[in-house]
């Protein structure tokens, strides 16, 4: 089956940086995405990587490594408004769908 | 921005009625999914639809479930007898295209409680 792991939940202090890392065990590999989710509303798209590497976007950087089944997604010069649920989703060959993991609940503390 | 839209955003039904959740989405995307959400679980996919007509569903997606585009803008999700479980998060979300770099976009979701 397919599998996909992130920490349940990780704390952080405003201004400081965190790393939300996402392991995955998958058949078909062809990509994955992160994206943010704020308590009770929609999935919001973050960052994706198809190939190894970083991909920066502003605040936010994504990095993969397709060899190690592994991605961690960096946020930089965190604000309160970060406080939510980061979401690991991983795209397979052949394949519509997005398979998500359980996401990590990230807490902003002033 | 464009946007995927959701109504209503909030349903309360009765075990064993038919509800219809409605969706727009993004006016040029041509990929459409449903996703649901219970509540404190993971995202899970539901059903995916192209060109009129359902492309890949899940488990979950059994015949209680269907999918619809009565015109050419919304996009309905059918749960004719609901269950107690199918209580939970109801997202849809569009796509401009089928690569693996096309963004899925979500809406903001039906809350779906069944009582």
């Known amino acids: 089956g397919q599998n996909i792991d992130q920490p349940t939940e990780m704390t952080a202090t405003e201004g400081a940086i965190v790393q939300i890392n996402c392991t995955y065990q998958t058949s078909g590999f062809n990509g994955l995405f992160w994206y943010q989710q704020h308590a009770g509303e929609a999935p919001t798209f973050l960052s994706y990587n198809v190939l190894d590497g970083l991909e920066e976007k502003g605040r936010f950087s994504s990095f993969l490594s397709r060899s190690k089944g592994y991605s961690y997604l960096l946020l930089k010069e965190l604000q309160m408004k970060d406080s939510a649920s980061y979401l690991c989703?991983?795209?397979?060959?052949?394949?519509?769908?997005?398979?998500f993991g359980t996401g990590t609940r990230l807490q902003v503390f002033p | 921005e464009p946007e995927v839209t959701q109504t209503p955003s909030h349903q309360v039904t009765q075990m064993g009625q038919e509800v219809i959740l409605r969706c727009v989405p993004i006016s040029n995307h041509l990929y459409f999914y449903w996703y649901r959400q219970i509540l404190g679980q993971k995202v899970e996919f539901l059903v995916s639809f192209y060109n009129n007509e359902i492309s890949e569903k899940s488990e979950i997606f059994d015949d209680q479930f269907s999918v619809e585009r009565p015109d050419g803008s919304n996009f309905t999700l059918k749960i004719r007898s609901t269950k107690l479980e199918d209580s939970a998060m109801y997202f849809c979300?569009?796509?401009?295209?089928?690569?693996?770099?096309?963004?899925?976009?979500f809406g903001p979701g039906t809350r779906l409680l069944v009582l």
């Open positions: 979300a569009s796509s401009e295209g089928l690569a693996v770099q096309e963004t899925q976009y």
């Open positions: 989703a991983v795209r397979l060959y052949n394949t519509d769908k997005l398979i």
